[in-house]
């Protein structure tokens, strides 16, 4: 848990990042025979980051998303662009710039209620050979990268993983 380090941040690109995230999780995807929804919809994914940790971040995501899934389950990678209003609540900002929304979704076996305010604590877990740390390092790379993760669930529904970045603003 004392990693990762710190990020050395340059512009990239998350779609870029997504694609090649999701072809490091195809092999888990295609033994299930799950779906993939992609959906690009947001038109400038600039972001300051570090390519190497948000892959690792997303990729962690999408494993999640391909375990919780029976075969046959369909993940959703949904990119859009939302302007300040558009933000939930508690990441509206008077100052806010526009948003860009990466959403992972899946239609697996969901979160209990109960378990979600855990989630992204160090050592929870309800695997039975998980450590608690995928996703408590997940955030924490975001947090480094300035970009909320929330996420959404409903048991027997699924799952979804909302993570907001502020675009790089080109000179």
């Not at 038109?43 to 375990?67: H, I, K, S, T």
């Not at 969901?110 to 989630?119: K, Q, S, V």
Request: net charge negative; with cysteine.
């Amino acid at each position: 848990f004392a990693g990762p380090a710190r990020p050395k941040l340059a512009a990239v690109r998350i779609h870029e990042i997504l694609d090649h995230s999701l072809r490091l999780a195809q092999h888990q995807m295609s033994q299930k025979a799950i779906r993939l929804r992609r959906e690009y919809h947001a038109a400038a994914d600039c972001v300051n980051g570090d390519d190497y940790q948000l892959e690792q971040a997303f990729v962690n995501l999408l494993l999640n998303a391909v375990e919780a899934m029976g075969v046959g389950g369909t993940l959703t990678v949904e990119t859009c662009s939302l302007a300040p209003d558009e933000l939930p609540g508690a990441l509206r900002d008077g100052n806010q710039p526009p948003q860009l929304r990466v959403t992972i979704s899946d239609t697996g076996v969901g979160i209990p209620a109960e378990n979600l305010g855990r989630l992204f604590e160090p050592f929870f877990t309800t695997k039975r050979d998980g450590t608690g740390l995928g996703l408590a390092i997940t955030r924490r790379i975001f947090e480094e990268h300035h970009a909320p993760i929330s996420v959404e669930s409903e048991t027997n529904r699924g799952s979804s993983f909302r993570v907001f970045f502020t675009p790089h603003r080109q000179a």
